[in-house]
């Protein structure tokens, strides 16, 4: 992933510490030879979950994937 987004019904102040919290433990983690995501405070709020949940059909269907199979011409 290159991003964590972290986003939800929680009050401002708490989402800010909790994205500064994991920012500082991913920070202690050894990533040698990984690609860390970025964490970044969402700004949807309340109504995250519900957005989130539904585009993940319409990623799933419509944008390339991973685990999308390339043809060699």
Known sequence: FE?????????LAVRRRLVDAV??????????GLRLPAVREGTVGIHARALG???LP???R?????????RSS
């Open 62 to 70: 419509f944008l390339i994937g991973s685990t999308t199979i390339s």
């Open 3 to 11: 991003a964590a987004v972290i986003d939800g019904w929680m009050p």
């Open 58 to 60: 319409l990623s799933e």
């Open 53 to 55: 949940g539904a585009s």
């Open 23 to 32: 920012i500082q433990a991913i920070g202690r983690i050894d990533g040698e």
